[in-house]
Protein backbone atom coordinates (compact mmCIF):
# COMPACT_ATOMS: atom_id res chain seq x y z
CA UNK A 1 0.00 0.00 0.00
CA UNK A 2 0.99 3.50 -0.90
CA UNK A 3 0.82 5.67 2.09
CA UNK A 4 3.37 8.17 0.49
CA UNK A 5 1.48 9.33 -2.70
CA UNK A 6 -1.37 11.69 -0.90
CA UNK A 7 -3.96 10.85 -3.43
CA UNK A 8 -6.69 13.56 -3.00
CA UNK A 9 -4.72 15.44 -1.34
CA UNK A 10 -2.82 18.05 -3.77
CA UNK A 11 0.08 19.58 -2.36
CA UNK A 12 1.00 23.03 -4.25
CA UNK A 13 1.68 21.47 -7.91
CA UNK A 14 3.19 24.54 -10.84
CA UNK A 15 1.92 24.45 -14.17
CA UNK A 16 4.98 26.22 -16.20
CA UNK A 17 6.77 28.00 -14.23
CA UNK A 18 3.21 28.86 -12.43
CA UNK A 19 3.19 27.64 -8.65
CA UNK A 20 -0.44 27.21 -7.88
CA UNK A 21 -0.77 26.80 -4.17
CA UNK A 22 -4.02 25.43 -2.87
CA UNK A 23 -4.73 26.07 1.22
CA UNK A 24 -7.41 24.75 3.03
CA UNK A 25 -9.72 26.54 6.25
CA UNK A 26 -12.75 24.91 7.95
CA UNK A 27 -15.68 27.12 8.51
CA UNK A 28 -17.40 28.04 11.72
CA UNK A 29 -20.38 25.21 10.53
CA UNK A 30 -16.91 22.59 9.70
CA UNK A 31 -17.63 22.75 6.53
CA UNK A 32 -13.36 22.10 5.33
CA UNK A 33 -12.68 23.61 2.17
CA UNK A 34 -9.45 23.90 -0.40
CA UNK A 35 -9.21 26.23 -2.77
CA UNK A 36 -6.63 26.80 -5.94
CA UNK A 37 -7.18 30.47 -5.13
CA UNK A 38 -8.55 33.29 -3.22
CA UNK A 39 -12.20 33.59 -4.08
CA UNK A 40 -15.56 35.53 -3.17
CA UNK A 41 -17.82 32.92 -2.99
CA UNK A 42 -20.31 32.58 -0.71
CA UNK A 43 -20.70 29.15 1.39
CA UNK A 44 -24.20 27.91 2.51
CA UNK A 45 -24.18 27.53 6.50
CA UNK A 46 -27.15 24.96 6.71
CA UNK A 47 -27.89 23.58 10.63
CA UNK A 48 -30.20 21.11 12.05
CA UNK A 49 -31.15 19.44 15.36
CA UNK A 50 -29.42 16.88 16.55
CA UNK A 51 -31.59 13.59 16.88
CA UNK A 52 -30.32 10.17 18.40
CA UNK A 53 -28.83 7.59 15.96
CA UNK A 54 -30.43 9.45 12.84
CA UNK A 55 -29.28 7.69 9.88
CA UNK A 56 -27.84 10.53 6.53
CA UNK A 57 -28.52 8.59 3.43
CA UNK A 58 -26.22 10.27 1.06
CA UNK A 59 -24.69 8.29 -1.35
CA UNK A 60 -22.48 11.05 -2.29
CA UNK A 61 -18.71 10.13 -4.84
CA UNK A 62 -16.20 10.06 -2.31
CA UNK A 63 -14.25 12.08 -5.03
CA UNK A 64 -17.58 14.11 -6.23
CA UNK A 65 -15.41 17.07 -6.23
CA UNK A 66 -13.12 15.55 -8.94
CA UNK A 67 -15.79 14.81 -10.84
CA UNK A 68 -17.67 17.54 -10.85
CA UNK A 69 -14.21 19.83 -11.96
CA UNK A 70 -13.94 17.04 -14.92
CA UNK A 71 -17.82 17.90 -16.10
CA UNK A 72 -16.65 21.61 -16.34
CA UNK A 73 -13.82 20.68 -18.38
CA UNK A 74 -15.25 18.07 -20.21
CA UNK A 75 -18.24 20.70 -21.33
CA UNK A 76 -15.73 23.41 -22.13
CA UNK A 77 -14.18 21.04 -24.70
CA UNK A 78 -17.36 19.87 -26.19
CA UNK A 79 -18.07 23.64 -26.56
CA UNK A 80 -14.38 24.24 -28.11
CA UNK A 81 -15.09 20.76 -30.22
CA UNK A 82 -11.86 19.92 -28.84
CA UNK A 83 -11.15 16.12 -29.33
CA UNK A 84 -9.38 15.43 -25.39
CA UNK A 85 -7.27 12.40 -24.68
CA UNK A 86 -5.86 11.27 -21.35
CA UNK A 87 -2.55 8.90 -22.05
CA UNK A 88 -1.88 6.57 -19.07
CA UNK A 89 0.56 3.78 -18.69
CA UNK A 90 2.87 2.55 -16.48
CA UNK A 91 5.95 4.75 -15.89
CA UNK A 92 8.65 4.00 -18.89
CA UNK A 93 6.06 2.33 -21.92
CA UNK A 94 7.06 4.93 -24.18
CA UNK A 95 3.90 7.70 -23.65
CA UNK A 96 6.33 10.78 -24.37
CA UNK A 97 8.11 8.66 -27.25
CA UNK A 98 4.46 7.88 -29.09
CA UNK A 99 3.24 11.46 -28.06
CA UNK A 100 6.38 12.81 -29.73
CA UNK A 101 5.99 11.17 -32.89
CA UNK A 102 2.13 11.29 -33.07
CA UNK A 103 2.35 15.60 -33.06
CA UNK A 104 5.10 14.95 -35.77
CA UNK A 105 2.94 12.91 -38.22
CA UNK A 106 -0.50 14.80 -37.43
CA UNK A 107 1.22 18.39 -38.30
CA UNK A 108 -0.87 19.85 -41.07
CA UNK A 109 -3.48 17.41 -40.33
CA UNK A 110 -4.52 18.42 -36.66
CA UNK A 111 -3.71 21.33 -34.80
CA UNK A 112 -2.50 19.78 -31.65
CA UNK A 113 -1.94 21.30 -27.71
CA UNK A 114 -0.22 19.15 -24.54
CA UNK A 115 -0.40 18.69 -21.05
CA UNK A 116 1.87 16.86 -19.19
CA UNK A 117 1.92 15.28 -15.59
CA UNK A 118 4.57 14.00 -13.74
CA UNK A 119 6.01 14.02 -10.04
CA UNK A 120 9.20 16.68 -11.16
CA UNK A 121 10.75 18.12 -13.81
CA UNK A 122 10.01 19.37 -17.22
CA UNK A 123 11.81 16.49 -19.27
CA UNK A 124 9.19 15.43 -21.06
CA UNK A 125 7.62 19.23 -22.06
CA UNK A 126 11.10 19.96 -23.46
CA UNK A 127 11.22 16.71 -25.46
CA UNK A 128 7.61 17.30 -26.35
CA UNK A 129 8.19 20.77 -27.39
CA UNK A 130 10.84 19.62 -30.27
CA UNK A 131 7.71 19.08 -32.42
CA UNK A 132 6.32 22.88 -32.51
CA UNK A 133 3.60 22.13 -30.33
CA UNK A 134 2.01 24.23 -27.35
CA UNK A 135 3.07 22.12 -24.38
CA UNK A 136 2.25 22.51 -20.63
CA UNK A 137 4.16 21.23 -18.05
CA UNK A 138 2.70 20.13 -14.77
CA UNK A 139 4.65 19.51 -11.73
CA UNK A 140 2.29 17.14 -9.20
CA UNK A 141 4.83 17.76 -6.66
CA UNK A 142 3.95 14.25 -4.32
CA UNK A 143 0.72 13.25 -6.38
CA UNK A 144 0.71 10.32 -8.63
CA UNK A 145 -2.04 11.45 -10.81
CA UNK A 146 -3.48 14.02 -12.43
CA UNK A 147 -6.74 15.53 -11.43
CA UNK A 148 -9.63 17.32 -13.15
CA UNK A 149 -8.61 21.39 -11.46
CA UNK A 150 -4.92 20.89 -11.98
CA UNK A 151 -6.08 20.80 -15.97
CA UNK A 152 -8.36 22.91 -15.65
CA UNK A 153 -5.66 25.37 -14.30
CA UNK A 154 -3.13 24.26 -17.34
CA UNK A 155 -5.80 24.87 -19.85
CA UNK A 156 -5.66 28.64 -19.25
CA UNK A 157 -2.24 28.66 -20.63
CA UNK A 158 -3.39 27.25 -24.04
CA UNK A 159 -5.23 28.66 -26.63
CA UNK A 160 -7.37 26.13 -27.09
CA UNK A 161 -9.76 27.75 -29.63
CA UNK A 162 -6.71 27.18 -31.95
CA UNK A 163 -6.57 23.35 -31.62
CA UNK A 164 -8.05 20.36 -32.89
CA UNK A 165 -6.58 17.95 -30.33
CA UNK A 166 -5.57 18.14 -26.88
CA UNK A 167 -3.66 16.00 -25.43
CA UNK A 168 -2.92 15.00 -21.60
CA UNK A 169 -0.21 12.86 -20.64
CA UNK A 170 -0.87 11.58 -17.30
CA UNK A 171 1.31 10.71 -14.11
CA UNK A 172 3.09 6.91 -15.16
CA UNK A 173 0.93 4.68 -12.78
CA UNK A 174 -1.58 2.40 -13.71
CA UNK A 175 -3.36 2.73 -10.26
CA UNK A 176 -4.86 5.92 -9.40
CA UNK A 177 -4.88 7.80 -12.64
CA UNK A 178 -7.81 5.33 -13.34
CA UNK A 179 -10.08 6.78 -10.78
CA UNK A 180 -9.58 10.27 -11.46
CA UNK A 181 -11.71 11.74 -14.50
CA UNK A 182 -10.19 14.62 -16.10
CA UNK A 183 -12.87 15.21 -18.71
CA UNK A 184 -11.53 13.36 -21.58
CA UNK A 185 -12.94 12.32 -24.65
CA UNK A 186 -11.10 8.97 -25.27
CA UNK A 187 -8.93 7.34 -22.12
CA UNK A 188 -5.60 5.91 -23.86
CA UNK A 189 -3.89 3.08 -21.82
CA UNK A 190 -0.49 1.79 -23.08
CA UNK A 191 0.93 -1.17 -23.09
CA UNK A 192 4.59 -1.75 -23.96
CA UNK A 193 5.92 -5.36 -25.32
CA UNK A 194 8.57 -4.90 -22.62
CA UNK A 195 6.01 -5.26 -19.84
CA UNK A 196 5.23 -8.57 -20.25
CA UNK A 197 1.63 -10.01 -21.26
CA UNK A 198 -0.54 -10.21 -18.28
CA UNK A 199 -0.63 -6.12 -17.39
CA UNK A 200 -4.37 -5.67 -18.40
CA UNK A 201 -5.15 -8.92 -15.66
CA UNK A 202 -2.66 -7.05 -13.11
CA UNK A 203 -4.74 -3.82 -13.58
CA UNK A 204 -8.28 -4.39 -14.21
CA UNK A 205 -9.26 -0.97 -13.26
CA UNK A 206 -7.52 1.11 -15.73
CA UNK A 207 -7.69 -0.96 -18.19
CA UNK A 208 -11.35 -2.03 -18.53
CA UNK A 209 -11.79 2.15 -18.53
CA UNK A 210 -9.53 2.76 -21.50
CA UNK A 211 -11.02 3.40 -25.05
CA UNK A 212 -8.14 2.90 -26.92
CA UNK A 213 -5.15 0.04 -26.11
CA UNK A 214 -2.44 0.80 -27.57
CA UNK A 215 0.42 -1.60 -27.48
CA UNK A 216 3.98 -0.34 -27.73
CA UNK A 217 7.53 -0.82 -28.68
CA UNK A 218 6.77 -3.71 -31.15
CA UNK A 219 10.08 -3.02 -32.83
CA UNK A 220 11.54 -5.05 -29.79
CA UNK A 221 8.70 -7.92 -29.53
CA UNK A 222 11.53 -10.36 -30.22
CA UNK A 223 14.03 -9.43 -27.60
CA UNK A 224 11.65 -9.16 -24.72
CA UNK A 225 10.28 -12.43 -26.27
CA UNK A 226 6.53 -10.64 -26.44
CA UNK A 227 3.43 -13.45 -26.56
CA UNK A 228 1.18 -11.18 -28.75
CA UNK A 229 -1.52 -13.22 -29.16
CA UNK A 230 -1.41 -14.19 -25.50
CA UNK A 231 -1.11 -10.25 -24.90
CA UNK A 232 -4.20 -9.37 -27.19
CA UNK A 233 -6.16 -11.99 -25.62
CA UNK A 234 -5.53 -10.51 -22.40
CA UNK A 235 -6.45 -7.13 -23.40
CA UNK A 236 -9.38 -8.07 -25.06
CA UNK A 237 -10.43 -10.12 -21.72
CA UNK A 238 -9.90 -6.87 -19.52
CA UNK A 239 -11.33 -4.04 -21.87
CA UNK A 240 -13.50 -5.88 -24.63
CA UNK A 241 -15.08 -2.79 -25.86
CA UNK A 242 -11.52 -1.06 -26.44
CA UNK A 243 -10.26 -0.06 -29.81
CA UNK A 244 -6.84 -2.08 -29.98
CA UNK A 245 -3.41 -0.27 -32.01
CA UNK A 246 0.06 -2.09 -31.89
CA UNK A 247 2.68 0.27 -33.31
CA UNK A 248 6.22 1.44 -33.04
CA UNK A 249 7.04 4.70 -32.17
CA UNK A 250 10.59 4.77 -32.75
CA UNK A 251 10.34 3.20 -36.39
CA UNK A 252 6.87 4.30 -37.12
CA UNK A 253 5.58 1.04 -37.73
CA UNK A 254 1.31 1.12 -37.07
CA UNK A 255 1.68 4.77 -36.69
CA UNK A 256 -0.66 5.53 -39.88
CA UNK A 257 -3.24 3.46 -38.75
CA UNK A 258 -3.16 5.16 -34.93
CA UNK A 259 -3.51 8.51 -36.20
CA UNK A 260 -5.74 8.12 -39.08
CA UNK A 261 -8.16 6.70 -35.78
CA UNK A 262 -7.60 10.08 -34.43
CA UNK A 263 -8.13 12.08 -37.03
CA UNK A 264 -11.68 10.20 -38.05
CA UNK A 265 -12.47 10.60 -33.79
CA UNK A 266 -11.87 14.16 -34.20
CA UNK A 267 -14.24 14.49 -37.35
CA UNK A 268 -16.82 12.28 -34.74
CA UNK A 269 -16.16 15.17 -31.85
CA UNK B 1 -2.80 1.55 -3.33
CA UNK B 2 -4.52 5.51 -3.17
CA UNK B 3 -7.06 4.28 -0.13
CA UNK B 4 -5.36 6.71 2.60
CA UNK B 5 -6.17 9.81 0.40
CA UNK B 6 -9.58 8.27 -0.59
CA UNK B 7 -10.53 7.55 3.66
CA UNK B 8 -9.15 10.83 3.88
CA UNK B 9 -11.79 12.81 1.72
CA UNK B 10 -14.28 10.14 3.02
CA UNK B 11 -13.76 11.10 6.23
CA UNK B 12 -14.15 14.83 5.32
CA UNK B 13 -17.08 14.44 3.65
CA UNK B 14 -18.67 12.72 6.67
CA UNK B 15 -17.43 15.05 8.81
CA UNK B 16 -19.22 17.84 7.22
CA UNK B 17 -22.51 16.04 6.55
CA UNK B 18 -22.87 15.80 10.76
CA UNK B 19 -21.82 18.76 11.24
CA UNK B 20 -24.15 20.23 8.66
CA UNK B 21 -26.69 18.19 10.25
CA UNK B 22 -26.30 19.11 13.86
CA UNK B 23 -24.80 15.99 15.23
CA UNK B 24 -21.27 15.92 16.72
CA UNK B 25 -20.59 11.93 16.31
CA UNK B 26 -20.87 9.18 14.05
CA UNK B 27 -21.87 5.87 15.00
CA UNK B 28 -21.65 4.22 12.06
CA UNK B 29 -19.94 4.99 8.20
CA UNK B 30 -21.04 2.60 5.44
CA UNK B 31 -19.10 2.78 2.26
CA UNK B 32 -19.81 1.26 -1.44
CA UNK B 33 -17.05 0.12 -3.36
CA UNK B 34 -17.44 -1.77 -7.06
CA UNK B 35 -15.21 -3.92 -7.80
CA UNK B 36 -13.40 -1.94 -10.72
CA UNK B 37 -13.24 1.38 -8.31
CA UNK B 38 -9.66 1.02 -7.98
CA UNK B 39 -10.10 0.59 -4.00
CA UNK B 40 -9.08 -2.31 -2.14
CA UNK B 41 -11.85 -3.34 0.83
CA UNK B 42 -8.78 -4.45 3.13
CA UNK B 43 -6.47 -1.33 2.52
CA UNK B 44 -9.57 0.79 3.28
CA UNK B 45 -10.35 -0.88 6.28
CA UNK B 46 -6.80 -0.68 7.52
CA UNK B 47 -7.08 3.46 6.16
CA UNK B 48 -10.12 3.76 8.29
CA UNK B 49 -8.46 2.00 11.42
CA UNK B 50 -4.99 4.37 10.93
CA UNK B 51 -6.96 7.54 9.89
CA UNK B 52 -10.44 7.67 12.64
CA UNK B 53 -8.80 9.07 16.12
CA UNK B 54 -9.35 12.57 16.15
CA UNK B 55 -12.23 12.53 13.90
CA UNK B 56 -15.87 12.94 14.91
CA UNK B 57 -15.88 8.76 13.35
CA UNK B 58 -13.28 7.72 16.38
CA UNK B 59 -15.85 5.11 17.76
CA UNK B 60 -17.48 4.48 14.75
CA UNK B 61 -18.36 1.41 13.25
CA UNK B 62 -17.17 0.76 9.72
CA UNK B 63 -19.01 -0.79 7.12
CA UNK B 64 -18.24 -1.66 3.01
CA UNK B 65 -20.63 -2.61 0.62
CA UNK B 66 -19.21 -4.18 -2.08
CA UNK B 67 -20.52 -4.14 -5.30
CA UNK B 68 -19.68 -6.51 -8.22
CA UNK B 69 -19.30 -5.47 -11.49
CA UNK B 70 -22.12 -5.22 -13.55
CA UNK B 71 -22.76 -5.61 -17.30
CA UNK B 72 -25.78 -4.82 -19.57
CA UNK B 73 -25.73 -7.25 -22.43
CA UNK B 74 -27.89 -5.10 -25.48
CA UNK B 75 -28.39 -8.36 -27.79
CA UNK B 76 -30.43 -9.80 -24.62
CA UNK B 77 -31.20 -6.76 -23.24
CA UNK B 78 -30.53 -8.40 -19.73
CA UNK B 79 -27.86 -7.52 -17.13
CA UNK B 80 -25.04 -10.39 -16.38
CA UNK B 81 -22.39 -10.14 -13.34
CA UNK B 82 -18.96 -9.85 -15.08
CA UNK B 83 -17.56 -12.66 -12.58
CA UNK B 84 -13.78 -12.67 -12.75
CA UNK B 85 -12.98 -10.42 -14.81
CA UNK B 86 -15.21 -11.90 -17.70
CA UNK B 87 -17.07 -9.31 -19.39
CA UNK B 88 -19.05 -12.55 -21.77
CA UNK B 89 -22.66 -12.43 -21.52
CA UNK B 90 -23.20 -16.09 -20.44
CA UNK B 91 -26.37 -16.67 -22.55
CA UNK B 92 -25.05 -15.40 -25.90
CA UNK B 93 -21.35 -15.02 -25.16
CA UNK B 94 -20.86 -11.81 -26.95
CA UNK B 95 -18.55 -9.71 -24.55
CA UNK B 96 -19.97 -6.41 -23.34
CA UNK B 97 -18.23 -2.77 -22.39
CA UNK B 98 -20.96 -1.58 -21.07
CA UNK B 99 -20.31 -1.73 -17.59
CA UNK B 100 -23.88 -0.65 -15.50
CA UNK B 101 -22.45 -1.12 -12.08
CA UNK B 102 -19.10 -1.89 -10.16
CA UNK B 103 -17.05 1.51 -10.19
CA UNK B 104 -18.86 3.02 -7.13
CA UNK B 105 -16.26 4.89 -4.48
CA UNK B 106 -19.15 6.07 -2.59
CA UNK B 107 -20.13 7.44 1.28
CA UNK B 108 -23.21 5.68 1.37
CA UNK B 109 -24.54 6.32 4.71
CA UNK B 110 -23.70 7.52 8.01
CA UNK B 111 -25.92 6.89 11.30
CA UNK B 112 -24.77 10.11 13.74
CA UNK B 113 -26.44 11.61 17.14
Known amino acids: MCQECGCSKPGPYQVGDRKVESHTHTLPDGMVLT ?13 GHAHPHQILNLNTGILSANDRAAEQNRGAFKALNLLVLN ?16 LNELKGRLRCGVIVGDLATDNDAARLRTTGAPVVQIATGTLCHLEAGMVAEAMKQLDLRALDLLIIENVGNLVCPA ?46 GFDRELALKNIRQAAPHAEVFELSSRTGDGMKVWCDYLIARKAKS | MHEFGIMESALAL ?46 AEFEIEEVPAVC ?3 ACAAEFEAKNLNYECPRCHQPSGDLRRGKEMDLASLEIS
Open chain 1, 35 to 47: HAHDHGSAHGHAH
Open chain 1, 87 to 102: VVSSPGAGKTALLTKT
Open chain 1, 179 to 224: SFDLGEALRVVLHSVTEGEDKPLKYPPMFHSADAVVVTKTDMSAAA
Open chain 2, 14 to 59: AEKNTRTAGATQIHRLKVRVGKLSGVVPEALRFAFAALKANTLAAA
Open chain 2, 72 to 74: WCA
